[in-house]
């Protein structure tokens, strides 16, 4: 018996069973009002050079967010398929592009949104026991929604404080 049904052992779960609420937890960690700012909303009117703006001269700005984010939730869809533990190759944290314009903001905030699909399909698609057996299991992908709803928080906030203090309060990237 795996350990994510030991966690509803009043309850018989089905790999069905199991999937479904996966879904629905990873689908509150970016998508839901109820619980997050939705990812859409939270980057939607956001500009090329509002993404680059950061905190600080060693903070991150919201492109660098959308980037890690990415990378990261690409990872766990490799650590799973491949049942092997794995890093980034871009690192933690994904430089930006050589040439931070539309286009390539764009085509970020398109592979954030292609790698949410990725991971939705692998949840869909791998058998429980596989995502089990994947390197750090099921939790793993536990934490993967616990890292989006944080960083939609750190991109709301960043938004804010844009909002309210402009470019005072930031350095380009």
């Keep these: 018996m795996s350990v994510f049904r030991l966690l509803w052992h ?5 790999d069905e069973r199991i999937k479904e ?7 509150y960690s970016f998508l839901h009002e109820d619980w997050v700012t939705p990812l859409q909303e939270a980057l939607g009117d956001v500009t090329f050079h509002e993404a680059l703006l950061r905190l600080g001269r060693d903070g991150l700005g919201i492109w660098d967010i959308v980037l890690h984010m990415a990378n990261w939730n690409e990872n766990i869809v490799a650590r799973i398929e491949t049942g092997q533990v794995s890093h980034p190759s871009e690192g933690a944290w994904p430089p930006l592009p050589a ?3 539309a286009e390539a903001w764009e085509s970020a905030k398109a592979r954030l949104f292609t790698s949410l699909d990725a991971v939705r399909t692998t949840i869909h698609d791998a058998t429980v026991e596989k995502m089990e057996a994947s390197p750090y299991g099921i939790g793993d992908i536990l934490c993967r929604f616990i890292h989006m709803g944080y960083h939609i928080g750190q991109i709301t906030k960043l938004r804010e404080v ?3 203090y402009g470019d005072e309060a930031v350095h380009p990237a």
């Design 10 to 14: 009043h309850e018989t779960m089905t």
């Design 21 to 27: 609420l996966l879904v629905i937890g990873f689908e």
């Design 99 to 101: 040439v931070p314009d």
């Design 162 to 164: 844009l909002a309210a």
